[in-house]
Nanobody, 126 residues
Framework: QVQLVESGGGLVQAAGSLRLSCTAS????????MGWFRQTPGKEREFVAA????????DYANSVKGRFTISKDDAKSTLYLQMNNLKPEDTAVYYC???????????????????WGQGTQVAVSS
């Protein structure tokens, strides 16, 4: 069965960096568009970043643009999120998601995705 496993979360001070990883199994990774979302208690899950299946088209939420970078390594079936200049408001559980895709586009809405990981906690202290 399909599994997405996130790692790399933790506690970091404001202005620090973290790199999240999401390793996929049970699917042909290169055929899937990928995304990162995050959620804090009492709030809806929100879009963070997305990447098309070719790894060439990306998009970011305005709140993270210029600070976060999404990328992937098809050979390792792994998606990454490099997070720099972290802010306390970035504190959340971060989820990766995969969507079977036939085109050159990324996807911004959680309902568009087929598979989800279990999440990894990121906490940023001020």
């Amino acid at each position: 069965q399909v599994q997405l496993v996130e790692s790399g979360g933790g506690l970091v001070q404001a202005a620090g960096s973290l790199r999240l990883s999401c390793t996929a199994s049970g699917l042909t990774f290169r055929l899937f568009a990928m995304g990162w979302f995050r959620q804090t208690p009492g709030k809806e899950r929100e879009f963070v970043a997305a990447l098309d299946k070719f790894g060439g088209t990306n998009d970011y939420a305005n709140s993270v643009k210029g600070r976060f970078t999404i990328s992937k390594d098809d050979a390792k079936s792994t998606l990454y999120l490099q997070m720099n200049n972290l802010k306390p408001e970035d504190t959340a559980v971060y989820y990766c998601a995969a969507k079977r895709s036939t085109g050159i586009r990324s996807f911004h809405y959680d309902y568009e995705y087929d598979y989800w990981g279990q999440g990894t906690q990121v906490a940023v202290s001020s």
